[in-house]
């Protein structure tokens, strides 16, 4: 009895930037999480691979991954594989006629990319790749500009630039689905920023934590250590609304020094409100409140979908709360700089995971940065 194969149990191929590699699976993960899919990798799975293969899913949800990763370039239904060009070609012969059908018709236009990971081909080599593969039935035009089908051929030759084999370790065919995010880290980059400081978070990084984090629109997200804002940011470009709050009043309020290399002073309108409103979200700007987040200003009970946050742990930024040695209670007014005193990496963390215990919904996550040495 023959196995058919419905469209929504296809295999599809995922190829990955090579940055940020341990970021990249709990990404993906926390992603499908939000359509309720688990990862399936099967097995033989490499996680420091630039190609993952999935299994399990539509092509809605590889849609949905790609509309959000910025660890992930590109996604593929995967039409055949193999170590070899010989596999590969044995491996497509045996692709579900009905599968490949759809898009191979006469009314239709299609190119073929061909991609190598860790090796440049000059373009008579590639152009050798795709005349190779005339075993496949193609009775579209090619149209190189606007095809209303792509398909790829991609290589990998490994990851170690200083051994790079003659011929690919493994090769992947497949139907071109959609590009990830990508953009947004130049987009957004901290560089073209409106207002920025000492420790402004990369941007790539902020929606690598926003994604963690399963942020999504109409969400409440929130920063205590919110600094110049990046993280809200990112979240927002999300859809959730934002808010945060920091001990540093200067910094809340766009007042002193500036970060920018040639600008002595920040100008009337460096704050977190215009990066929102740079980036077309400023309506979704809760606010942000001079605060210390060793005594936390909230209410109790659920508050928040999200907290996201990158503590100060004393390297650029120094780590200090309000108070001094005797038991007193701290005024924050605009006229007075209060007495503060030293607060240290394990208080900071105690309080944010008691704080986070408190204000998160059930099944809300809190995403933050821990330093670490690594001989420990």
């Known amino acids: 009895m023959a196995i058919h194969c419905s469209r929504t149990c296809l295999q599809y191929l995922i190829h990955l930037a090579h940055d940020n590699v341990d970021f990249r699976l709990p990404e993906i993960r926390a992603l499908l999480s939000l359509r309720g899919k688990p990862i399936d990798t099967g097995e033989n799975f490499k996680e420091k691979s630039p190609f993952w293969r999935l299994n399990g899913l539509s092509e809605e949800d590889v849609n949905s991954i790609m509309a959000r990763t910025v660890c992930a370039k590109s996604a593929f239904e995967l039409w055949g594989h193999g170590r070899t060009h010989s596999e590969l070609r044995t491996s497509l012969l045996k692709y579900p006629t009905e599968n490949m059908s759809p898009f191979l018709q006469k009314d239709s236009t299609y190119k073929?990319?061909?991609?190598?990971?860790?090796?440049?081909?000059?373009?008579?080599?590639?152009?050798?790749?795709?005349?190779?593969?005339?075993?496949?039935?193609?009775?579209?035009?090619?149209?190189?500009?606007?095809?209303?089908?792509?398909?790829?051929?991609?290589?990998?030759?490994?990851?170690?630039?200083?051994?790079?084999?003659?011929?690919?370790?493994?090769?992947?065919?497949?139907?071109?689905?959609?590009?990830?995010?990508?953009?947004?880290?130049?987009?957004?980059?901290?560089?073209?920023?409106?207002?920025?400081?000492?420790?402004?978070?990369?941007?790539?990084?902020?929606?690598?934590m926003a994604n963690h984090a399963r942020v999504k629109a109409y969400d409440l997200v929130y920063d205590p250590f919110v600094g110049t804002g990046?993280?809200?940011?990112?979240?927002?470009?999300?859809?959730?609304?934002?808010?945060?709050?920091?001990?540093?009043?200067?910094?809340?309020?766009?007042?002193?020094?500036?970060?920018?290399?040639?600008?002595?002073?920040?100008?009337?309108?460096?704050?977190?409100?215009?990066?929102?409103?740079?980036?077309?979200?400023?309506?979704?700007?809760?606010?942000?409140?001079?605060?210390?987040?060793s005594k936390p200003i909230w209410r109790d009970g659920v508050l928040f979908d999200a907290i996201i946050t990158d503590p100060p742990y004393g390297i650029r930024e120094s780590t200090r709360r309000t108070g001094s040695q005797k038991d007193s209670y701290v005024f924050l007014l605009n006229s007075h700089v209060p007495v503060s005193m030293a607060y240290h990496l394990s208080d900071i963390f105690t309080d944010l995971l008691n704080f986070s215990a408190h204000h998160l919904v059930i099944g809300g996550r809190l995403v933050y940065w821990l330093p670490i040495y690594r001989p420990e």
């Open 230 to 293: 990046s993280l809200l940011v990112a979240c927002s470009h999300f859809g959730a609304y934002v808010c945060g709050t920091d001990i540093d009043y200067n910094t809340i309020h766009g007042i002193g020094k500036a970060s920018r290399k040639n600008q002595k002073w920040r100008g009337p309108d460096e704050n977190i409100r215009a990066n929102l409103r740079q980036y077309g979200s400023e309506k979704l700007y809760v606010d942000v409140l001079v605060s210390d987040a």
């Open 112 to 208: 073929i990319n061909v991609y190598t990971f860790n090796k440049t081909l000059e373009f008579e080599d590639r152009i050798k790749k795709i005349d190779a593969m005339e075993y496949l039935s193609f009775e579209g035009r090619v149209n190189l500009r606007n095809p209303k089908h792509i398909f790829c051929l991609l290589e990998d030759y490994g990851t170690d630039p200083n051994d790079i084999p003659d011929e690919p370790l493994y090769i992947y065919f497949g139907r071109w689905i959609a590009d990830g995010q990508r953009e947004l880290i130049r987009s957004h980059s901290v560089k073209n920023r409106h207002f920025i400081g000492n420790t402004s978070m990369d941007a790539g990084l902020s929606f690598i």
